[in-house]
């Protein structure tokens, strides 16, 4: 397994890394997944904190350090910090430092205020969510459909890099074709030359939450809670593969079986398979 991971290219130009990935039968996830350095102590309240994020998005360090205490761990604001940003966590009102964009990488403007969106295709919106697994932890990227809520792409990784995000945007463009509008988070891997270099290529506009906003970016902030509450923590995969295939499975059901009630209870499947969409 080792020696076929090594086979795959990352900058191969004539095959993706899913192709490459296809013909050496390995997973994609294990290919990115690397044994996760943390204590068991702190993936369990990294995993606490995930869930408490649903409930109480506008705890801030301070409230989230008290509330750990409450439980019964014996931990301080720097450590919490720490964990926040190594989940890529944010709160409604404030976004800690994973989120902060290189000072030297353009910010581009939210675009999506005010704006009615009533085909596919219009408007997709991405971001990057922690998943605990039962030994560690690996990052789940999504691109969503706005206006059907169906799920374009979606890839794991153990690291957060810009070349990851941009693979991903291209094998959504290569599947589905290309977005009117991206929009993201102003993360550092979003506002890189790598990710809206492809964008400019494809002549897609780019749109970025505004500072701390994570309701900006409200659909892909609720397919997070979806996934996570009716799998991820149902579910607790023991290793990337395992998180790999249960989130296979998972998403097709979403895009083609799961009735959402703002779509008429239709699956997204149904409106995004329309043409007149």
Known sequence: MHERRAMVEQQNSSLSVVQQCGLLSIHRSGLYYRPCLESEENLTIMRLLDEQYFKTPFYG??????WLNQQGY???????????????????????????????????????????????????????TYVPMRKGFMYLCAIIDVHTRYVVNWSLSNTMTAEW???????????????????????????????????????????????????????????????????????????????YEGLNEYFCFYNSERLHQSLGYQPPKVLYSNRAA
């Open 165 to 243: 995000c941009m693979q991903v945007v291209k094998e959504a463009i290569q599947q589905h074709g290309k977005p009117e509008i991206m929009n993201t988070d102003q993360g550092s891997q979003f506002t890189s030359d790598v990710f809206t270099g492809l964008l400019k290529e494809k002549e897609v506009q780019i749109s970025m939450d505004g500072k701390g906003r994570a309701i900006d970016n409200i659909f892909i902030e609720r397919l997070w809670r979806t996934v996570k509450y009716e799998h991820i923590y149902l579910k607790v995969a023991e290793d990337g593969l395992c998180l």
């Open 74 to 128: 014996c931990i301080n604001r720097k450590k919490v910090r720490r964990l926040m940003k190594l989940m890529r966590w944010q709160t409604i009102y404030r976004k800690p430092d994973t989120g902060k964009p290189c000072k030297e990488n353009r910010i581009y403007p939210y675009l999506l205020k005010g704006l009615t969106v009533n085909r596919r295709n219009q408007v997709w919106a991405m971001d990057i």
């Open 61 to 66: 360090v301070r409230r989230l350090t008290a």
